[in-house]
T-cell receptor, first 118, second 113 residues
Framework: AQTVTQSQPEMSVQEAETVTLSCTYDTSENNYYLFWYKQPPSRQMILVIRQEAYKQQNATENRFSVNFQKAAKSFSLKISDSQLGDTAMYFCAFMKHFRDNYGQNFVFGPGTRLSVLP | GAVVSQHPSRVICKSGTSVKIECRSLDFQATTMFWYRQFPKKSLMLMATSNEGSKATYEQGVEKDKFLINHASLTLSTLTVTSAHPEDSSFYIC?????????FGPGTRLTVL
């Protein structure tokens, strides 16, 4: 079974600074996807960034980038030039590449609550 | 693209009644949709996988007869909470898959009195 761990329940960062959220996972799969989702106070889950395990290049979306270390099973999210609107819960998630009917194919971590301070 | 809607956004009902929540993929077709439950300050807990044209797959511990799922078309899945009780009060979120990525609805806040 897959597990996703986020070791930082809460973090804070000053506006315009950079912050890194950590995520580790455990799987025996070789092909999979990793995601970071953001859940602001509105509770709408928003896709931040997506990484395919077979791609060595780290995914980047504007101010958001990841550090994907497949051997270490680590998938951290870096937010540059933090903005007040980045305040949210951030969930790391794992998805098998080949879905089956056995066990969960999509697994969320427990989340990290990020506060961006003015 | 990849917009998922959910209706209603909030519902309050009396204990013993049934409540239906709709999940729609607005600009894409989804053969698979997912239903989650989220407790305050917690992560999402997968309840079931909704498959178009076939029976839903429920996670361990989720009562099939209590949480009825119907996926009648490629753009609509419904979750019916039958004989709701106060312990069913929660935030329910659906998602639909496109291009190996899950896109989420805005959620439904259910309060059972």
């Amino acid at each position: 079974a897959q597990t996703v761990t986020q070791s930082q329940p809460e973090m804070s960062v000053q506006e315009a600074e950079t912050v890194t959220l950590s995520c580790t996972y455990d799987t025996s799969e070789n092909n999979y996807y990793l995601f970071w989702y953001k859940q602001p106070p509105s509770r709408q889950m928003i896709l931040v960034i997506r990484q395919e395990a077979y791609k060595q290049q780290n995914a980047t979306e504007n101010r958001f980038s990841v550090n994907f270390q497949k051997a270490a099973k680590s998938f951290s999210l870096k937010i540059s030039d933090s903005q007040l609107g980045d305040t949210a819960m951030y969930f790391c998630a794992f998805m098998k590449h080949f879905r089956d009917n056995y066990g969960q194919n999509f697994v969320f971590g427990p989340g990290t609550r990020l506060s961006v301070l003015p | 693209g990849a917009v998922v809607s959910q209706h209603p956004s909030r519902v309050i009902c009396k204990s013993g009644t049934s409540v239906k929540i709709e999940c729609r993929s607005l600009d894409f077709q989804a053969t698979t949709m997912f239903w989650y439950r989220q407790f305050p300050k917690k992560s999402l807990m997968l309840m079931a996988t909704s498959n178009e044209g076939s029976k839903a797959t429920y996670e361990q511990g989720v009562e099939k007869d209590k949480f009825l799922i119907n996926h009648a078309s490629l753009t609509l899945s419904t979750l019916t909470v039958t004989s709701a009780h106060p312990e069913d009060s929660s935030f329910y979120i659906c998602s639909a898959t496109m291009d190996d990525t899950q896109y989420f609805g805005p959620g439904t806040r259910l309060t059972v009195l």
